[in-house]
């Protein structure tokens, strides 16, 4: 009697071993989405992924450019978030589903050092000041405000 309740605490414990290995790979290896977005106001990134339909991480992560919104625009709580890159893992393999789209702040935070400070202060508040912060926007501001004063810029630097 003794040796049948030893070997059925193996059997359980073997079957408890299988399922959590199981369990294991099915986490490690199976479905899994990823989706990074970039708030067009400040900048921070916000991660989320989600395995087996579950989603397993969310945060939201400051970076140099968010911070040096933050410091001109300290009352932002409302994020607009843009995706920048997504990915989704099946069994079989993975395929990625969009693409990083550019980001206004980004780009005034890079181009302090050649527009100065205080004109990509400027810059930023005007981009803040317009209503929709949508990708046509972002675009325009772009394409009408940042764009031609760098190129005026790298003009005026090249010129003897």
Known sequence: MRNTKYHRGILLALI??????LAFVAIAFGPKTRHSSMCRFCGRWHYEVWRLG?????????SDWSAWVDSIQPAHTQHVWALASSSRR??????????????????LYASR????????????AKYHASSEVGWAKARDFWVNELSPLLTNNNQETKAP
Do not use: F, P
């Open 90 to 107: 099946k069994w079989g393999g993975t395929a990625r589903m969009g693409d990083y789209e550019g980001n206004v702040v980004v780009e």
């Open 54 to 62: 579950i989603k397993t991480s969310d945060k939201i992560i400051e």
């Open 113 to 124: 050092k050649q527009i100065g400070e205080a004109k990509a202060r400027e810059l930023l």
């Open 16 to 21: 408890a071993a299988c399922i959590a290995g």
